[in-house]
């Protein structure tokens, strides 16, 4: 491909693709009618007025009568609710595994957001407005997460970072790491014993670098000290924080045993801040889960795509919800994140859950997990107006949604939908038996599942 006709795509992406996409942004002010408001937290509002101002929920009611001109929006007959949060996703990212070492927290995905990825446009389509970018699961301790707001249209990836969202650290469990660093590369954990004796060593060197500084800290009182300050260690003083409780973990785990393992580690350490994910087995240990953790981030439906994980159930959501575990439904997949709702939908056949709680699951409940919802998860005023428009109630199977806010800017509409955007297939060419495939940058480098071999930013499950 020739230089002019790059720098051609370029000129063209940059004068006329991105202003359409952001093109509503200028508007900040919308008065949104006649709607079935979900609130999540305050029950459900029949025929009710939602004012956005300023990224702002400013007013919920009926004849709401705003000040200045707001665009108004119809919403007879339709049903709004907060914007979709996806606790455990991989959007925005390309190469996610530092898997040079068991132990690398001090990467940060941070520092590879690529706001260009079209998955993040097309998960604004399925009403998803924050997404929780993850480093992959090759290493028990792994690189620092990221808290996405879908600002789809910017080419700077800080705008893409939700301001507020407290730090998160992943960690894993497992086959991923013993696979990637026991049988291949010959190093710790080559078992799962091995696992936990990496974390607890990495938790005790922080801890030792942590007291070096504070020695260092100590002597500066003092006259003529000999104290030198140990040499900044990014990994460790990434793990000190954590042992302070200033980094939530979020741990890639399947069994109840190993669950319960770091359940039992983190305690012996102080460390309270810790969602588990997927956590196939929770329904075994969510007496436990419940008493300590911050809850857990699953599937609704799907396991036996490996061997530590051949064993689950359907029900796992509402087990889980039932025993007071703060409990949230992720895609960890660039196409099952279009339509979480149907995932939390699948509550109410297997287990019974009432919309209320189905919804919570990827609203409100993954909010608490990622430390955000004092800002989000709910319709509330005051909060950051983070809100999707549905054609039907978000738990029918016919629903569509038609509009999604961030920050009370509308950065999709069904009835603008821009048609570069769209996935122009035959479905029937699409299906084809499931097989495995490597991919460097799969969650995890040596294992990664494919439903199809089109499309792999849509396709890929990362796990």
């Known amino acids: 491909m020739n230089r002019g006709f790059l720098l051609m795509l370029a000129a063209f992406w940059s004068t006329s693709v991105l202003p359409l996409l952001a093109q509503d942004q200028s508007k900040d002010s919308y008065l949104i009618k006649n709607a079935t408001v979900i609130t999540i937290t305050q029950g459900t509002l029949e025929n009710t007025d939602v004012w956005i101002q300023d990224g702002k929920i400013k007013q919920i009611g009926k004849g709401i009568r705003p000040t200045g001109n707001p665009t108004e929006i119809d919403a007879s007959g339709q049903f709004l609710m907060p914007g979709i949060i996806d606790a455990h996703s991989h959007i925005g990212l390309e190469s996610i595994n530092e898997a040079t070492s068991p132990i690398t927290s001090e990467v940060k995905m941070r520092d590879v957001i690529n706001p260009f990825d079209v998955g993040i446009y097309r998960a604004l389509a399925g009403g998803v407005t924050i997404s929780h970018a993850m480093h992959g699961s090759a290493n028990a301790i792994g690189g620092e997460n990221i808290t996405l707001k879908h600002r789809y249209g910017t080419k700077d990836p800080e705008r893409l970072v939700m301001a507020d969202a407290p730090r998160t650290i992943k960690f894993a469990l497992g086959e991923n790491p013993t696979r990637v660093h026991g049988r291949g590369k010959g190093l710790q954990p080559k078992s799962r ?271």
């Open 193 to 463: 014993m091995g696992v936990e004796a990496v974390i607890r060593n990495g938790f005790e060197e922080a801890l030792q670098y942590k007291a070096a500084l504070e020695r260092y800290y100590r002597s500066l009182s003092q006259k003529n000290t000999t104290e030198i300050p140990p040499k900044f260690d990014a990994r460790l003083q990434t793990i000190s924080d954590i042992l302070d409780g200033k980094i939530i973990i979020h741990c890639h785990s399947y069994r109840a045993d190993e669950i319960y393992m770091l359940i039992e580690l983190c305690r012996e350490y102080g460390i309270e801040k810790i969602v588990f994910s997927h956590v196939n087995e929770g329904f075994k240990v969510a007496p436990e889960l419940a008493e300590y953790t911050m809850g857990a981030s699953i599937f609704s439906d799907w396991w036996a795509y490996k061997f530590e994980v051949y064993y689950s159930t359907a029900y796992n959501a509402a087990v889980l919800a039932r025993n007071g575990v703060i409990t949230s439904i992720n895609s960890d997949s660039g196409e099952v994140i279009r339509h979480l709702y149907h995932e939390a939908a699948k509550t109410q056949r297997y287990g019974g859950l009432s919309d209320e709680e189905a919804l919570a699951m990827i609203t409100i409940n993954p909010a608490k997990q990622l430390g955000i919802d004092r800002l989000v998860g709910s319709i509330e005023v005051g909060k950051q107006a983070d809100l999707v428009l549905f054609d039907k109630h978000p738990l029918s199977v016919y629903t569509i949604p038609q509009m999604t806010f961030v920050d009370g800017v509308k950065y999709f509409d069904r009835s603008n939908d821009r048609e570069d955007q769209r996935l122009k297939v035959n479905p029937s060419e699409l299906v084809e038996p499931i097989f495995l495939y490597s991919q460097d940058h799969s969650c995890m480098q040596d294992v990664s599942f494919y439903f199809s071999n089109f499309g792999r930013n849509l396709f890929e499950h990362r796990h």
